[in-house]
């Protein structure tokens, strides 16, 4: 379940690239906030303090500002593509016991039935939760499951106190039949056969050039 994590905020007047920019080198982080009607306001979060807090999904921060503080759910996390360090936060407006809409991870447990495999269709469902309840993940036990199960939106099991807002018949997990070695061989010849594709057995090799060059030779030679 999410934790509130106290952050302290600075308000910023300075926007712009450049802004940004210089916030950065100073490792913190250019933030905003916004939310229930309110005017969006410009913040300087942190940089360490912030990153570790924003290291699980739909973190929710209470914001001290100068003296006052408001609770943030973490909307928006911009990271940069290569250093993945963070560039930018949204922060939405929360009230204690108000519910929020956010996509939460799946984690599968379990181990399958034997000569299976699981895919995980969609690694997330969107649900509505309290903001300080927001679960870390769902979790989806495959324990025992075998070929042709399929596990869909509403067949999994929420925390309490979460509600699925996903389309129910949405496929969460699919199992299937593993191919067998065998039958990976005998799909590839199939595949070969229609194409057009013949392999030439070892004993029909062609006599290499030089080889025969090299014959032709010592019989000139026994002939002298």
Request: charge should be negative.
């Amino acid at each position: 379940m999410s934790d509130s994590i106290t952050i302290s905020a600075e308000k910023r007047t300075e926007f712009g690239k450049g802004a940004a920019r210089r916030i950065r080198r100073a490792d913190k982080i250019p933030a905003v906030l916004y939310g229930h009607g309110t005017e969006p306001v410009h913040l300087t979060l942190p940089g360490h303090e912030t990153m570790m807090a924003l290291k699980v999904s739909n973190a929710v921060l209470t914001l001290d500002v100068e003296g006052a503080e408001q609770l943030a759910l973490a909307k928006d996390v911009q990271r940069d593509p290569i250093r993945r360090t963070i560039e930018h936060v949204d922060l939405v407006v929360v009230r204690k016991g108000e519910k929020v809409t956010v996509d939460v991870g799946i984690h599968l447990e379990g181990q399958a039935a034997v000569e299976t495999v699981v895919t995980l269709e969609n690694n997330t469902l969107t649900v509505e939760a309290e903001a300080t309840h927001i679960p870390e993940f769902i979790v989806v036990s495959v324990e025992g499951l075998k070929a042709g199960t399929q596990i869909h939106a509403d067949a999994v099991e929420l925390p309490a106190g979460t509600t699925l807002i996903t389309d129910p018949e949405v496929l969460v997990v699919n199992v299937t039949q593993s191919i067998t070695e065998e039958a990976l061989e005998a799909e590839l010849a199939e595949a070969e056969a229609e194409a057009g594709i013949e392999h030439e057995e070892a004993g029909d090799e062609a006599e290499p050039a030089e080889d025969a060059a090299s014959e032709e030779t010592s019989e000139d030679k026994t002939e002298e």
